[in-house]
């Protein structure tokens, strides 16, 4: 199937740079690949030791049409590199670097190297909106909560073949991806990490409270959980304050890129990481394709009233959503009514067969609300 990012990249290559990021095996080769026929295009991958020689010597073709860079964030002074080849060759033959490490940090950084030189997309796992064209909406959402959105373990024949995947899969990243960014010697107790993190999605983390379980320091777990996020197996939600150091300071929440790493009997927190993997490829999409700067969030207020996510852009609250597997009374919107008064919040049911208005926010059917989403 051609992903959601292939037009975007295919004309932005034109122009820039294009930087390619996202978890392992979540399909950035596959895409990259696509983009122009394999007559035309040249493949190095920096783990490849042939490969590496190219690059570093630089002698791959100059009459391909693109030349793809996988893996390039293992480059020392990758970003140096690029910033030189770009400065005297342009973008003939075309370039794109990809990496299963965060490369958005090189627009943060405070080496700037390749400020206006490139045009960052971060790809995303399947979701509902993306497989619309391949499958009815409950159907997708069904069998994204049972394998998760990664392309292999989502396609495999079985839920068994899809359960074998995974337990590679983390294990890959965790001995090979965290390899090449940080020494961390005691991978049994980050393993112990992941399996508290997906049995708490959901619910604000305390770095102490982990310290505890797992019999390391509190700044060791805040490191750690920083690391799991620069190689994409979670993402971090964060309270939403309007002044920015308020929200900084208060615990965040734990979601994972693979849904199907949550537990099978927490249904409703799978559910819930599957509505937060949605929110954040639709916000990220909008910011990487259009421009629109946004954030994921959720919001709670000194009660420990919590409602489950704000979908804010250009500064401003946008949408508030509600999380349940049925529909419910039981929300907190009222609590929160002045965050967004002009905006009615939605409650997302997983099993609601119809749509519902009560008087000041509005029940969705969740498959049929997540195909409607940008991404």
């Known amino acids: 199937m051609k992903r959601y990012l292939h037009d975007f990249i295919a004309k932005d290559l034109n122009k820039k740079l294009v930087l390619l990021t996202g978890p392992r095996q979540v399909g950035k080769t596959w895409l990259s690949k696509s983009l122009f026929p394999h007559d035309i295009t040249t493949y190095l991958n920096f783990d490849r030791s042939s490969d590496r020689k190219v690059i570093v010597s630089e002698t791959w073709s100059r009459d391909s049409e693109l030349v793809i860079f996988d893996e390039i964030h293992k480059m020392r002074g990758w970003k140096s590199w690029a910033k030189g080849i770009y400065d005297t060759e342009g973008v003939r033959p075309r370039m794109l670097l990809t990496g299963s490490a965060r490369l958005d940090v090189a627009r943060r950084s405070g080496n700037e190297s390749l400020a206006g030189r490139h045009h960052l997309y971060r790809l995303h796992p399947l979701s509902v909106r993306e497989l619309k064209a391949e499958l009815p909406p409950d159907e997708a959402l069904d069998r994204l909560l049972r394998r998760g959105g990664f392309p292999e373990p989502f396609f495999a024949g079985s839920d068994t073949d899809a359960q074998r995947w995974r337990l590679t899969h983390l294990d890959s990243m965790l001995r090979e991806d965290l390899r090449d960014l940080v020494v961390i010697q005691d991978i049994k107790s980050l393993e112990y990490l992941v399996d508290r993190l997906a049995a708490q999605v959901g619910s604000p983390i305390s770095y102490q409270s ?166």
Not at 270 to 296: I, P
């Open 210 to 375: 982990l310290a505890e379980d797992v019999g390391v320091s509190a700044p060791t777990i805040k490191r750690w959980i920083e690391t799991l996020a620069s190689i994409y197996v979670i993402f971090l939600v964060s309270p939403w304050s309007r002044k920015v150091k308020g929200s900084l300071l208060k615990q965040p929440k734990v979601y994972f890129h693979d849904t199907a790493r949550i537990p099978e009997n927490l249904e409703s927190a799978r559910f819930e990481n599957l509505v937060a993997c949605s929110l954040l490829k639709h916000q990220q999409y909008r910011e990487d394709t259009q421009g629109v700067r946004g954030s994921l969030h959720y919001l709670r207020n000194k009660q420990g009233k919590e409602v489950d996510f704000l979908l804010v852009e250009k500064s401003t609250p946008e949408l508030m959503v509600e999380c349940k597997l049925s529909p419910s009374d039981d929300v907190n919107f009222e609590k929160f009514k002045t965050v967004n008064p002009n905006q009615r919040p939605i409650l997302l049911s997983r099993h609601s067969g119809r749509e519902l208005s009560h008087k000041d926010w509005d029940v969705k059917n969740a498959a049929s609300w997540l195909a409607d989403l940008e991404a």
